[in-house]
């Protein structure tokens, strides 16, 4: 790796390039990274580890960015700019230069900027505030970084390695799983892991389509085709995704006399608009998801056994979040982080807060979580505004002794083993009563005295 030389002012060339707000990473002849700083880091959504000294194209498969076409233009010997997605930020415009403009080395220097920097910074010089945080639009400020998450979670890298192999190798993918569990940021992450930075991703909530309008939606019309149509006729979903990922999300949903349309053109690429009689090829990768057993309904005659059997060549059924404490753990702190980006005063959750959301079972998965801390954010921590969900959940306390005594045997001496018989007191009062506030009033201490002696604690 370079070693970086001290500046005259006295902080290392390495302090400096992590100081400034661009990702830079530099490659040697072989296309190892020789050097990358931290906000290249924070892009990649990796620790310097898993990028220094590793193969590029090794990284680029670790990082959640779609970097196909920027490992084209290095192939290519060119220089040039190109604007790449990824889970963890959203646009990254990245400029590639060769290292050594007089071509005789053949390393190169990468830079990154996350567009979201510079859609600020202009809203702010236009005077104009960034878009309000709506409850949709605030779940879509966080992606998944599914990069750092797998490296967490053993199950996650082996379900999301198989929904890559799959639609590398071009078969179809089923996500199954709870709803809020993540099938549609499952799905995003396969259409980056797979298309072109410029390729559509078209989703459609299949229970979202009213019945009546459904073929037209997904298929298209003529001009003309039926009364209230536009005169021009219209492209249908199925259209839009022409060349990258069409995602059926709650695909139990299709209406039984659809889902032979749709079948027939999972069969041969091919659909024919409202209306109309040519018959138009399609070229759209299909992934699909759904909380309902499909199978089942097959029997129940609700779905079509023939188009499950086209749409589930690889299922990927996800965990609920209770069954990933890793990953729970993992999150609270991400959304924690994420929150606190929006607060003056950073938001801390006490051990009994944390103790209570690593305790609870999350019917509404991922997406109950983030809803769950956001409204602690608003809520504060006080336990009298607990959301009613953790109200009734007792933190599990570490075993104790068996004649509820501290553990003489380790040392206390009278002062520590008093302080921590009273803490079990207090924790105690606690879980009985549900909040520290009527704690306190039961102990006969005021809310501060609880508060100090829980401390940290
Ligand atoms: N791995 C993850 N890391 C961080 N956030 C996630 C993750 N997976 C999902 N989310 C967030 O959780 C919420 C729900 O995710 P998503 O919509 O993908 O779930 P879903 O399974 O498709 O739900 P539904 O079945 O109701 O459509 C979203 O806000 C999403 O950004």
């Known amino acids: 790796m370079i070693k970086p030389p001290q500046t005259k002012v006295g902080i290392g060339v390495t302090e400096a390039l992590d100081a400034i ?33 590793r193969s590029f194209s ?3 498969r670790d990082s959640s960015l779609n970097w196909v076409l920027l490992e084209e233009m290095i192939e290519a010997g ?18 590639l230069r060769r290292a050594d403009p007089t071509g005789q080395s053949d390393g190169h220097v990468i830079q990154l900027r996350d567009l979201a920097v510079f859609d600020h910074a202009r809203r702010k010089a236009e005077g104009r505030r960034d878009p309000v945080a709506t409850p949709g639009a605030a779940d879509h400020r966080i992606r998944p970084d599914f990069a750092r998450q797998r490296s967490i979670s053993p199950w996650l890298d082996r379900m999301l390695s198989r929904g890559e192999r799959a639609l590398v190798q071009g078969a179809r993918v089923i996500i199954t799983g709870e709803s809020g569990v993540g099938k549609t940021e499952v799905a995003r992450h396969l259409h980056a892991f797979v298309a ?33 149509a536009s005169t021009d006729g219209k492209k249908g979903l199925i259209e839009a995704a022409e060349g990258g990922t069409l995602f059926l999300d ?18 041969d690429g091919v659909i024919t608009r409202i209306g ?14 759904t909380n309902r057993d499909l199978p089942e309904m097959a029997e129940e005659r609700q779905f079509r056994l023939d188009l499950y059997y086209r749409l589930a060549v690889v299922n990927m059924p996800m965990r609920p979040l209770r069954e990933l404490p890793e990953i729970l753990g993992y999150l609270v702190d991400r959304f924690l ?41 608003v809520l504060g921590v006080d336990e009298d505004e607990m959301p009613r969900r953790l109200m009734a959940l007792a933190p599990e306390e570490p075993p104790a002794q068996p004649d509820g005594q501290p553990d003489l045997s380790a040392g ?28 306190a009033a039961a102990l006969g201490v005021d809310i501060a005295t609880i508060s100090r002696k829980t401390r940290n604690r």
């Not at 060119?78 to 889970?87: A, C, K, Q, S």
């Open 250 to 267: 709650e695909v139990g949903e299709i209406p039984l006399p659809l889902q032979a349309k749709l079948l027939s053109f999972l069969e």
């Open 276 to 289: 109309g009689t040519r018959p138009r090829r399609v070229n759209v990768r299909v992934i699909s998801a």
């Open 58 to 60: 090794k990284v680029c």
């Open 412 to 439: 206390l001496d009278l002062r520590a083993a008093v302080a921590e018989y009273e803490l079990r007191i207090i924790k105690d009062a606690i879980r009985i009563h549900g909040s520290k506030r009527k704690a």
């Open 337 to 377: 982080a994420a929150i606190n980006k929006r607060r003056s005063v950073p938001l801390v959750l006490d051990e009994d807060m944390r103790a209570r959301l690593l305790a609870y079972d999350y019917p509404g998965n991922i997406r109950e979580l983030w809803n769950l801390i956001q409204q602690i954010s």
């Open 78 to 95: 060119r220089n040039g700019n190109v604007v790449l997605r990824g889970d963890a930020v959203g646009s990254v415009f990245v400029t």
């Open 196 to 228: 072109g930075a410029t390729d559509p991703f078209v989703a459609v909530n299949c229970a979202a389509i009213p019945e009546s309008l459904f073929e037209s939606e997904l298929f298209g019309y003529e001009k003309g085709a039926f009364t209230g």
């Open 21 to 53: 707000p661009d990702g830079l990473i530099v490659l040697d002849g072989e296309r190892r990274v020789v050097f990358c700083n931290r906000e290249a880091r924070v892009i990649l959504g990796l620790e310097a580890e898993q990028i220094v000294d």
